[in-house]
């Protein structure tokens, strides 16, 4: 059974740092591709970032370069996003999951998503 187990979620005040996790079980992680894809309040998905199966390639969202950071240890079956300099427009339900797409610049058909994790809630704080 394919697993996506999120953590590390929290509120913290603009400006601020987080470290999100998570931890796969079920599938051969390191021949994945894997994202992040978050739901503000109100708000349909939106992709944040996708990193390939390897870590040799990223893909991040405008709104946020330069303040995220996908990265993958494939020997922990683990995928982060490391979060800086947070702003509260950055709220939302954090959502890990598998990408079995083909490569791409824009990755908002989230039906090449196939398996997703409960989320884990970050809140900017104001």
């Known amino acids: 059974e394919v697993q996506l187990v999120e953590s590390g979620g929290g509120t913290v005040q603009p400006g601020g740092s987080l470290t999100l996790s998570c931890v796969a079980s079920g599938f051969t992680f390191s021949s994945y591709d894997m994202g992040w894809v978050r739901q503000s309040p109100g708000k349909g998905l939106e992709w944040v970032s996708v990193i390939n199966a390897h870590g040799g390639a990223r893909y991040t969202k405008a709104p946020v370069v330069g303040r995220f950071t996908v990265s993958r240890d494939n020997a922990k079956n683990t995928l982060y996003l490391q979060m800086n300099n947070l702003k509260p427009e950055d709220t939302a339900l954090y959502y890990c999951?598998?990408?079995?797409?083909?490569?791409?610049?824009?990755?908002?058909?989230?039906?090449?998503?196939?398996?997703w994790g409960q989320g884990t809630q970050v809140t900017g704080s104001s």
């Open positions: 999951a598998r990408y079995v797409g083909r490569p791409k610049t824009d990755y908002s058909d989230y039906s090449d998503f196939d398996y």
